[in-house]
């Protein structure tokens, strides 16, 4: 059974760092692009930042030059680095596995103003 536990979330003041984990089991994901989604309230869930197996990134025009994806094959882990957060990004963020439709349970970042 495939299982991504994302952890890392919290509460944390505008301009502050926050550094998602998703560990990943059930399966080994190395061949496969993984993902960050986030959904805040009142809105649709938008993807964040995507990786591909060889490293190439994509992000979604609010966060360039402030949140970094990252991959570790080796612990089947993907990462994501939250750096100058903004009240904005408040939001339950998920892990994905988007080729496969896999999701995490999500976790709450809360930025304060």
């Known amino acids: 059974q495939v299982q991504l536990v994302e952890s890392g979330g919290g509460l944390v003041q505008a301009g502050g760092s926050l550094r998602l984990s998703c560990a990943a089991s059930g399966r080994i994901f190395r061949l496969d692009a993984m993902a960050w989604y986030r959904q805040a309230p009142g809105k649709q869930r938008e993807l964040v930042a995507r990786?591909?197996?060889?490293?190439?990134?994509i992000y979604v025009d609010s966060v360039k030059g402030r949140f970094t994806i990252s991959r570790d094959n080796a612990k089947n882990t993907v990462y994501l680095q939250m750096n100058s957060l903004k009240p904005e990004d408040t939001a339950v963020y998920y892990c994905s596995v988007p080729d496969w439709h896999y999701w995490g349970q999500g976790t709450q970042v809360t930025v304060s103003s």
């Open positions: 990786i591909s197996p060889g490293g190439s990134t």
